[in-house]
């Protein structure tokens, strides 16, 4: 019995309507594809050295490899080398995607080399309680510093620099150049009202809100920001590069010079040791190695140098303290000079100066003390050893005669006559025969 038209009807009205709305639920539901860009994250909180430098500019180089929509940089810097600045600002400006530079977290600051690198992006943020300026360029060179018309030369150069950048990304060409003049310094809500950033932001989603549908300039040309709803790929520096961080601090760099200098000085005092020798070779490679990333001044190297030199000579001469004074005085001024340079971060730090310069003064003193009294230690053993050792006379001493001594009977001899029994004491060895003297009681 076949069914009424009006039931078959009503069942093709139902499925239509399921499906219907099946497909306007699946068109509702967005893919994985329809999901928010994807932004890799960095984090710099530290100087700006090469190794900083080749960090950043890899970064941008992975996150275009792997098709990310941009890389924002979390910055919070002192300052640090102007070749390493000039390294990543060159690498922002190049760049094949967008490079957001975040002030950031509160009380974070973009300071010196900072401004620039922060001027440079493409976005320019701050978080809420940062600070950016002080951009006068220092000497960092090898001298200890550079005449009148230099330093003219090197803070005109610094402030066309700046300035190009700034007027590239719209940016306040007079206020840069105040920081770099009169390093000058200012809050993050000054910077927004003299447009010297893009956006104060309190977190990261913020400001992906505030940069949403901006127009930015790439290196391939224009191109429209889609950060709402942004996908953020943290990225952890590698391994390598925290090692070579972690070296190119100055702190570091002076610590690892001492421990290697140290470490050789015992191994040539106290040749077979091996142990000290292989730590303090590790240590001074590793040592030499973080100085080509640091503004040495290698007078200050030499001064230490010398001060060892000063410390070995105290063991061979007798100058009764003097070169051991002249030593810790070379080691203290070589300390001091040895990076050359009024950026507080690329310096080493007093608390680690003063506590490093007190143990290796102590440690080479100590060692000179324990030498010097190894060799005024009356000798133990051969014909030096004998001097001095007291026996017995077994038999009459005078021209010929028997003596006792340790245990063992020797020929001997005297300037005079010594009755058997007597106690004697030995004046000298020669050809395996003691000359004795009688101890008077």
Partial sequence: MRKPLSERMMRAAAVTTALLMCFLVSAGTPSAAEKGEVFDVITVSAAITPPIAEYIVQSIGEAAKSGAAGLIIRLDTPGGLDL?????????????LPVIVYVSPSGARAASAGVIITVSAHIAAMAPGTNIGAAHPVSLGIGGGVDKTMSQKIE??????????????????AWVEKAVRKSESITAEEALRLHVIDFVAADLNTLLEQADGREVSLATGK????????????????TRQRILSVL?????????LLIGLAGLYFEFSNPGAILPGVIG??????AFFAMQTLPVNYAGVALILFAIILFIAEIKVVSHGILTIGGIASLVIGSLMLFQTPEPSLRVSWGVLIPAVTVTSLFFI??????????????????EGMAGEEGRAVSDVFTEGTVMIRGEYWSAYSDAPIVAGSQVRVVRVEHLKLKVEPIEK
């Fill in 281 to 286: 070779g590790i240590s001074l490679i590793m």
């Fill in 84 to 96: 390493a600045m000039r390294d990543i600002a060159k690498g922002i400006l190049n760049a094949p």
């Fill in 366 to 383: 100590v060692v000179i003390g324990i030498a010097l009294k190894a060799q005024l230690r009356r000798p133990q053993g051969g014909k």
């Fill in 248 to 256: 190119s601090d100055p702190n570091i760099a002076y610590l690892l």
């Fill in 156 to 173: 005109n150069d610094a402030v066309a620099y700046v300035k190009g950048i700034a007027k590239k990304r719209g940016r306040s060409e």
């Fill in 223 to 238: 191109k429209v920001l889609r950060t709402k709803g942004a996908v953020l790929n943290e990225k952890r520096m590698g």
